[in-house]
């Protein structure tokens, strides 16, 4: 399990995972977004911290993404909504993403503690998007920060992975709260309305290689792809997740790693897709 991880994490390094410069809204990838908001929030009203928001997603808007050549291909800048929503249902058809399966990297009962996994969750999506041909500068993460009351559990953060779409809009590709990718302000506004939020949520956008909500980029030693799974306090999650992303993908005429997702029947999108 661990060789194929290792293979897998070379791979998904191929595409920059130490992050390129970026627009100043975007440089929070090393910042812890808990105590972040906090300060930002300090001595703010509601309306002061909704205009933040706004502000956020202005300039996600804004942003301009340049085209990258590299010797297989151009990469695409967009994808199209059906392939987004495509890729949604493979959180239910990977089976270490899949919630028939939370209990097995879950912490244990006894600790009263529970991941979630959605971090995990947007990592496996940005690295889904980068390996069927996506330019990673038109994939981010879009973060909610605050208290959050569902009812049945109480959120600190969430997050998800944005992708720039054909038509324009960047789309949310997350399984909370369904199946068809939300344009970045209709999850917003989703997320605004969910159970008991806070009504100072902050809302920010980061480059994907951002790990989790407290932590930096993706590092081994953050995914724990060293450890044991009983070393690990993921319990393993990222080492499957990367050993499954490898198997699924197979192997090309060269025996290297192929682009897109065979075991699911998604190829890599540069195929169908021009942009």
């Excluded at 970026?22 to 812890?32: A, M, R, W």
């Excluded at 319990?235 to 993908?249: A, H, I, K, P, V």
């Excluded at 290297?256 to 190829?267: E, W, Y």
Aim: charge should be positive; include cysteine; proline fraction near 3%.
């Amino acid at each position: 399990m661990l060789i194929k991880a290792v293979s897998f994490f070379a791979f998904a390094s191929t595409f920059s995972l130490t992050s390129f410069a970026s627009p100043k809204f975007l440089n929070l990838v090393e910042v812890d977004l808990y105590s972040h908001r906090d300060r930002e929030i300090q001595g703010k009203s509601v309306e002061q911290v909704r205009k933040m928001n706004e502000q956020t997603l202005a300039e996600l808007n804004s942003f301009k993404i340049s085209k990258k050549n590299l010797t297989h291909g151009t990469l695409l800048n967009s994808v199209s909504q059906d392939q987004a929503d495509q890729l949604i249902s493979t959180f239910d058809e990977n089976p270490v993403t899949s919630m028939a399966n939370y209990s097995k990297y879950n912490r244990p009962p006894n600790e009263r503690t529970e991941i979630g996994y959605c971090f995990g969750r947007a990592a496996y999506m940005d690295l889904a998007l980068r390996k069927l041909g996506v330019n990673e500068e038109a994939i981010k993460k879009i973060w909610v920060v605050g208290p959050m009351d569902t009812g049945s559990v109480n959120w600190g953060f969430h997050v998800a992975t944005l992708v720039k779409s054909n038509t324009g809009p960047w789309l949310a590709v997350d399984n909370y709260p369904g199946y068809r990718a939300l344009t970045a302000e209709k999850w917003v506004e989703r997320m605004l309305r969910e159970g008991r939020a806070d009504a100072k949520l902050r809302f920010y956008v980061t480059e994907p290689q951002k790990f989790s909500v407290s932590l930096g980029r993706y590092t081994r030693t953050q995914m724990g792809l060293d450890m044991t799974s009983g070393q690990d306090w993921y319990r393993g999650f990222f080492n499957d997740l990367m050993s499954w992303m490898s198997e699924c993908s197979g192997k090309n005429e060269s025996g290297r790693m192929a682009s897109g997702l065979s075991c699911l029947g998604i190829s890599d999108f540069r195929a169908p897709l021009k942009n």
